[in-house]
């Protein structure tokens, strides 16, 4: 899966014949096309034609314009491409079916992977949909409901006690000794495939015009180099003119990819701290990656504090009716901060990517959230709460 020469830090990555693409993927042909999912893209995507697919419907998940949460950030116009509505309610979702595809291609039983929490139920997800046997490494931290999720699906969960870190090393090594096919992003080069289904539907839902800025949330880097790798092959096809500036928001107490794309050298690990599980990463492995799509875009990186991070998961579910996790509103907590610099004009037209559904950590999101009022069941009651 990876480089033989520079070994696991040589992530390979996927090309095509763009030109025989270009003569197929038109937005005639699309246009014509019922399948509404992120197969409708076959072309760009690293499987057979008689593959086997998982009959969930990945992708293609609902965008649409956020006028009241735009006012708040501050720009024109905001729209909120909301993954969480995925079949396990995140964005690896994509990544995992392609993953899941390959595994069955390549003649495997049991596909493995690390993770924080969502790559993990995206893939026992996918496994169980496609009748393989998933066996996912997770920190002692992740949260209750992606866990749940796990068991759901029949994984057989190993709840490694340490960091995410400890967790991505076990299972490295656990794939290597068993043969066991390897979901991890950092070495397996068809995750970004699927994660950059993201922006090919960013790119045709808006009708080949994709807004100047587009914010996505960054842990180990594998969702931002996706969606950069989406909008450079449609640029590189023909279907869309501008490709837009990416906007990678990292959490400041876990933000060693800014650092990196700040400082221009390499990767200096930390020791996370926010309560965005999903991008508490330490030691990103796809840092390189998602600094050169930032860099490619024309783009930039910056941080927010955790309590940003709760003020966006509050607004964006107030004003735009969808509840995000805390990485996922990540995203819009950056263009806000963003908006505020001047990073990005006020006249813009802005994007953020809804990695993840906000019940998959109802802890988090209760923590953020105001108090119900407790009343008894008597009306006058209620007419006094209501007027506190
Ligand atoms: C909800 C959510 N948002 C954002 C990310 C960040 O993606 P990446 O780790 O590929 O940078 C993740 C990764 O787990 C996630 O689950």
Redesign the pocket.
Known sequence: MTCPRCGVTGILDVQFDYRAVARRLTRGALARRSDCSQWRYRELLPIGAWARLPALAVGWTALGPAPALARRVGVRTLYLKDDGRNPSA???DRASAVAAVKAVEARRRTIACA?????ASSLACMAAALGLKAIIFVPERAPEPKLAQLLMFGATVLRVRGSYDAAWNLCQRACERWGWYNRN?AVNPYLVEG?KTVSLEICEQLEWRPPEWVA???????????AWKGFREMRELGLIRRAPKLLGVQAAGAAP?TEAFRSGAALKPVEPHTL?D??A?GV?R?WKK?VDAVRESGGTMLNVEDEEIEEAMRTTGRLAGVFA?P??A?SVAGLARAVKEGIVPRRAAALAVI??NGL?DTRAALAAAPRPIDVPPDLAAVEAALER
């Open positions: 995140s964005l690896k993770s924080t929490g969502n790559a992003a994660k996505v949330s960054v842990g180990d880097g594998c969702t931002i180099a996706g990819v965005a999903s991008i990463v990103p796809n998602a996790e990485a996922a990540t990695t993840g998959k």
